[in-house]
């Protein structure tokens, strides 16, 4: 198992376990973690499980995949570490990882 | 305005589940029409996931968003729906009495139904437009920041600023390009996910100098009294600049939002619709809400739940349109009179 924090806007950080294969945006659902909404379910198709990847995660986590810079395009106050969570698969290098989650998805 | 549309139903969502719904009322000889804000039917599935393999439909080990979609839309041929797309009902009042529901309902598009049942398949509310987030641009919707473009005589020779980088931004630059005094397409980054012929179409404007391409996101609007008269933006390395616009229109996608369905006096609770689980009725007599709209002890947003949802109203939805009629439980399998509906015999 891998421990992901999630830090809401205002500062609230709750962590969570999640299971090595499974993606961050499950993790969050799973654990009931506001902010995430995925109301397509982890097709990639809705940009609103869109989290910042904290900045010592950045390297870790990697860049996004062309498919979810395009679906980026649709989420809410974009930066340069935003990713879409359910884009996202936990694995072992991953333990400790720290996102963010926006204001409001959309 | 025009008569209104005389119906024993009238469904709003034209998803899988308000789909079926009209497959079910069809069998009980109820005529249905269908309202979606959507452009095209399939709801979510079409819009969302068309693509997506669902695999939990029974008797389909895998089928796609759009490929359920189509089948749903070849099954419920026989009872030939009217659809009434790129329409959201805006208003819904009560006209009969609860043994006796009739309810009028009103569209954005000045449509008005008369109807004697009303049900709800609208899943997460209806698609809307995402809104960026720029402070202030409340005071500028509708007079210069537009979600949708419904008249383009509205834009003709204004400064025009699109935002995003998908096909609407990259459609409505090159429609608007020839009556607009000057368009400014402006976008996160150098690359656009909108059809390859268009994104070089636009590419020949901008190199010929026809409209201005700029990266950046825009952070804040100047102008007074509704009137937009320039964006304030930001490119990738933090650099600030301003393009001169009269109007704007953001293309960030659509989301899911309830929208007016709140304000038709039925209980709402969560953004939901309690309904009981015998008819999938709600608190007001005649209106039904079934798929993921609706809530009751035990709900699960499954396509298959509101299938069944779908059927149980029907039932009831019967009793309204037909109070003289007994209904017998028929099945399709051996029923002439089902298949003769069904135009098998």
């Known amino acids: 198992m891998a421990k992901i924090q999630f830090i809401d806007f205002q500062g609230t950080a709750r962590t969570v376990e999640a299971e090595p294969g499974s993606t961050v945006m499950e993790a969050a659902i799973r654990n009931g973690i506001p902010g995430i909404e995925a109301e397509c379910g982890g097709a990639c198709a809705c940009a609103t499980c869109h989290v910042y990847v904290n900045e010592a995660w950045v390297e870790a986590v990697g860049a996004p995949s062309s498919m979810e810079e395009d679906m980026l395009d649709f989420a809410y106050d974009i930066r340069p570490n935003s990713r879409l969570s359910c884009q996202i698969r936990v694995e072992a290098g991953l333990d400790g990882l720290i996102v963010h989650t926006p204001e409001r998805q959309a | ?345």
């Open chain 2, 1 to 345: 305005m025009t008569a209104p549309h005389s119906t024993d139903a009238l469904i709003i969502g034209a998803g899988p589940v308000g789909l079926f719904a009209v497959f079910e009322l069809g069998l009980l000889d109820i005529k249905a029409h269908v309202i979606d804000i959507l452009p095209k039917i399939g709801g979510q599935c079409a819009e969302l996931y068309p693509e997506k393999p669902i695999y939990d439909i029974p008797g389909f080990p895998s089928v796609t968003g759009q490929a359920l979609i189509d089948n749903l839309k070849a099954q419920i041929e026989p009872f030939s729906p009217q659809f009434h797309l790129s329409e959201m009902v805006v208003s819904v009042q009560s006209l009969g009495t609860a043994e006796a529901p009739l309810f009028r309902v009103t569209t954005d598009a000045d449509t008005v139904f008369e109807t004697k049942t009303l049900i709800i398949a609208a899943g997460g509310g209806s698609f809307q437009p995402k809104k960026p987030p720029i402070p202030g641009i409340e005071a500028f919707e509708d007079t210069s920041v537009f979600y949708a473009v419904r008249r383009m005589e509205a834009l003709r020779g204004r400064k025009i600023l699109i935002v995003g980088g998908g096909d609407s931004a990259l459609d409505w630059t090159l429609n608007l390009q020839p009556i607009a005094e000057r368009v400014t397409l402006m976008h996160r980054r150098d690359e656009f996910r909108a059809a390859p012929h268009s994104v070089e179409q636009m590419r020949a404007l901008a190199a010929a100098g026809d409209i201005d391409l700029r990266i950046g996101q825009v952070s804040g609007l100047k102008g007074e009294g509704g009137v937009l008269s320039a964006a304030l933006c930001r490119d990738a390395s933090g650099q600030d600049f301003e393009v001169e616009c009269d109007a704007m229109l953001p293309f960030f996608g659509l989301t899911m939002k309830l929208g007016p369905i709140a304000d038709w006096g039925l209980s709402v609770h969560e953004n939901l619709i309690p309904v009981d689980t015998e008819k999938f009725e709600t608190s007001t007599p005649g209106i039904f809400a079934i798929g993921d709209i609706n809530s009751y002890p035990g709900k699960l947003k499954l396509i298959l739940s509101g299938f069944h949802e779908g059927a149980l109203a029907a039932q009831r939805v019967h009793r309204y349109v037909y109070p003289e009629k007994r209904l017998t439980f028929q099945y399709t399998t051996s029923s002439s009179s089902l298949q003769k509906k069904l135009g098998i015999v």
